[in-house]
């Protein structure tokens, strides 16, 4: 099983800043990775597949980057409705699996 | 408009079973790779189970191997997780997800959710 690691486990931002979230693989997942937003009573959202490529009507101030092992989540300017649970997820093969989740919330 | 209704949920006994559905529209349910994932109280996301469209080949996490048994109704554009031998660590809430291709690696669509809780 490819266990995902996502850093930090919290992070407390103000709106407007640019917040970067981690999340690294026991292995190479090659670009095989999403991630997902999810507030609190919902279901989560997918905002990125592919490691880079953004969802339908995901705004563009959500970016994604990385391959192999290491990969990030950019927001270049947090917006009050972006506080959340960010979550990974690789692809790589059929045992599929999130990260813990990094909760974004207001300083 | 894509939808994903689950239902099912609710309080079972340990060693019990309990059958989800999720009943979808809004896109041509038999063009993709249907998945179950679900979340624990307080914990993150599990992915369960994906029943593809290729050759209807389906697949399971090691923790529910055995136990649980995904399918689908075309005719009626649902579907369902069966699940037998129900444990606590079985409690979460169950989301019903869409793939965004006939194999399902990733979902693009979610169901709200329905809760499952096992216990005496």
């Known amino acids: 099983e490819i266990v995902m690691t996502q850093s930090p486990a919290t992070l407390s931002v103000s709106p407007g800043e640019r917040v970067t979230l981690s999340c690294r693989a026991s292995q190479s997942v090659s670009s095989n990775l999403a991630w997902y937003q999810q507030k609190p009573g919902q279901a989560p959202r997918l905002l990125i597949y592919?490691?880079?490529t953004r969802a339908t009507g995901v705004p563009a101030r959500f970016s994604g980057s990385g391959s192999g092992t290491e990969f990030t989540l950019t927001i270049s300017s947090l917006q009050s409705e972006d506080f959340a649970i960010y979550y990974c997820q690789q692809y790589n093969n059929w045992l599929r699996t999130f990260g813990q989740g990094t909760k974004v919330e207001i300083k | 408009e894509v939808q994903l209704v689950e239902s099912g949920g609710g309080l079972v006994q340990p060693g019990g079973s309990q059958r989800l559905s999720c009943a979808a529209s809004g896109f041509t349910f038999s063009s993709y790779a249907m998945s179950w994932v679900r979340q624990a109280p307080g914990e993150g996301l599990e992915w369960v189970s994906t029943f593809t469209i290729s050759g209807g080949s389906t697949y399971y996490a090691d923790s529910v191997k055995g136990r649980f048994t995904i399918s689908r109704d075309r005719s009626k554009n649902t579907l369902y997780l069966q699940m037998n031998s129900l444990r606590a660590e079985d409690t979460a809430v169950y989301y019903c997800?869409?793939?965004?291709?006939?194999?399902?690696?990733?979902?693009?669509?979610w169901g709200q959710g329905t809760r499952v809780t096992v216990s005496s």
């Open positions: 997800a869409k793939g965004m291709d006939g194999i399902g690696w990733y979902f693009d669509y």
């Open positions: 592919g490691a880079s």
